[in-house]
């Protein structure tokens, strides 16, 4: 008998675009195997597939902060070929691809009762940061601040230690007025 179930399917699905996503960056290149590995060694999967299974709100940052040092401590302990190149900023984007592939599509099938509760829990979810982002994001001068986009622009998001990470997400927490999500129309999609 087949114990493939459609939540271990988006599981899957999500780890596979996390892994492709966080090893994207020419400083630290480990394989989607390493990558698979990582989500489930670290205990990423336990958040999700239900929108129950993740943090609350007001206590997602600290949670995510300690899942990317549980990342970062399992690359130094599991994979020696990367573990110094293996930052907050590569464990940001393997924990924010994940959680993206998971539940950002997700909310149409929630009852309307939930809806208020869980559009808190999506907007408490961090956009995976890449070059192409922080570019459109300077470029664009979003919100009138340029100078710090092209400040946090000024370090590639693979190497961003857990200060500059969350700063970032600070300034983006502010110019989306909490719905972190928003930030993500800047992606540039037609370059």
């Not at 390493?34 to 600290?62: I, N």
């Not at 949670?63 to 070929?81: G, I």
């Not at 509760?117 to 982002?133: G, Q």
């Not at 570019?135 to 400040?151: A, S, Y």
Request: proline share 5%; hydrophobic share 40%.
């Amino acid at each position: 008998m087949n114990t493939y179930t459609y939540e271990e399917h988006r599981r899957q699905f999500a780890a596979w675009a996390a892994a492709s996503a966080a090893r994207a960056s020419p400083l630290c290149r480990f394989t989607r195997v390493q990558g698979f590995w990582l989500v489930r060694a670290s205990g990423l999967r336990k958040w999700g597939p239900s929108w129950d299974d993740l943090p609350p709100p007001e206590a997602f940052d600290l949670e995510h902060r300690k899942l990317r040092q549980t990342l970062n401590d399992l690359a130094v302990d599991q994979l020696p070929h990367v573990a110094w190149k293996f930052s907050d900023g590569v464990a940001a984007k393997l924990i924010n691809v994940y959680l993206k592939s998971l539940f950002h599509t997700d909310i149409n099938v929630v009852s309307e009762d939930r809806r208020p509760e869980i559009a808190a829990k999506l907007d408490m979810l961090h956009p995976p940061i890449d070059r192409l982002l922080m570019d459109e994001l300077c470029r664009k001068d979003v919100g009138g601040i340029r100078r710090i986009w092209k400040t946090m622009t000024a370090r590639n998001w693979s190497s961003l230690n857990s200060d500059e990470y969350e700063r970032l997400i600070k300034v983006i927490r502010i110019h989306t007025c909490g719905k972190m999500w928003m930030i993500e129309q800047h992606w540039p999609v037609d370059r």
